[in-house]
């Protein structure tokens, strides 16, 4: 890092925010005809831009991703395995094979698949049949494996989403958010990274029918991974997209969209921006002091706070200006503090995005201060409090 770069973090963070207070910039660095839009780093998860990202949004085939979360799921723990055959029933064919007209693998009634045959058709063809199919085997019933859905997501961290049915189909209450779209298919890539592969995946053939994938992104060369694209009369077109090049890799949703041809240009703009406009670097060395902490009724007032480990950030390539960073933490913190105690936070705002957190711990213990030093201390704390 250099020295130049170094003296500007720290000047942003002399002022450290107690309580929650922190100023932010109010420009984005980059512009997109989507109505909702999220992306992360996928190696550090630094948010690298965020457009109401927690607006809930009709899921659509994007719902898929959790079903094959699910599936993936059972797959890695042992409970199934990829050669298991699933039955197909009549209201899967009904529902979502041939007679429904709609994304499907068109698997034949009462025909037995390999459940890995059923997650390609879900990966490259969206098929609404091969989800209702791996719904009613893991849980007799889509109902039942919807209702599951939900309990996973709130497992791995998905603290919205709501689904009521394995395909995405329109139904009442199904919601979730590019946020949280963005995390979901951040955790596919590192959980199941050999079953994530199938994402990527050009075409698929089955019941002699060749289906190519639907994600426009995988015929740009640009290094795709593909994952999951969707279209709803409320959202209009959205998709959930990866792309990896020279060892990074960003991960965006985007929703809202007027076409699936403005969708796929908007995605590939974005998704491009991420790689070309940040830089992993640097800003402070493991066990490096960070900042400092007020602290009240203690031997010294303040302690000084470090992360744990390197701090590595995504810093814009330009508009360094827009960069925003605040210690924040409750306080005055009382004493006493013991060292390796979690005190606060270290935010870090790229334009008005909140692109990284991370906690901080006090690097030294702060013992209980003489009598006469904690009365100072209340007086003091007692003026500054009225005007805090």
Known sequence: MSSFLRAQFFGLIALASVCLGAGVASAQLFETKATQAFMVD???????????ADAPIQPASLAKLMTLEMAFDAVKSGRLAL????VVSENAWRTGGAPSRTSTMFAAVRSSIRLEDLMRGIAVQAANDGCIIIAEGIAGSE??????????????????????????LPAEGQMTTVREL?????HLQETYPDLYRLFAETDFTWNKINQRNRNPLLAMDIGAEGLAVGASEQNGFAIVGAIHQNGRRVIAALSGMSSDRERAEEARKLLEWGLRSFEKTEIFAADEVVGTAQVYGG???????????????LLPTFHRDKLTARIVYQGPLPAPVEEG??????????GDTLSQEMPLYAAETVEVGELHSRAFDALKELAIGWLR
């Open 182 to 186: 963005v995390q979901l298919a951040r």
């Open 83 to 86: 050669d298991d055959t699933f």
């Open 299 to 313: 031997t010294k007032g303040g302690v000084p706070l470090k992360a744990k480990g390197p701090v590595d950030l």
């Open 341 to 350: 105690q979690h005190v606060g936070a270290l935010r870090i705002w790229i």
């Open 42 to 52: 996928a190696e550090t998860g630094s948010v690298l831009f965020a457009k109401d």
């Open 143 to 168: 109902t039942g494996f919807a209702f599951q859905m939900t309990e996973r997501a709130r497992k791995i961290g998905l603290q919205k989403s709501v689904f009521v049915n394995a395909t995405g």
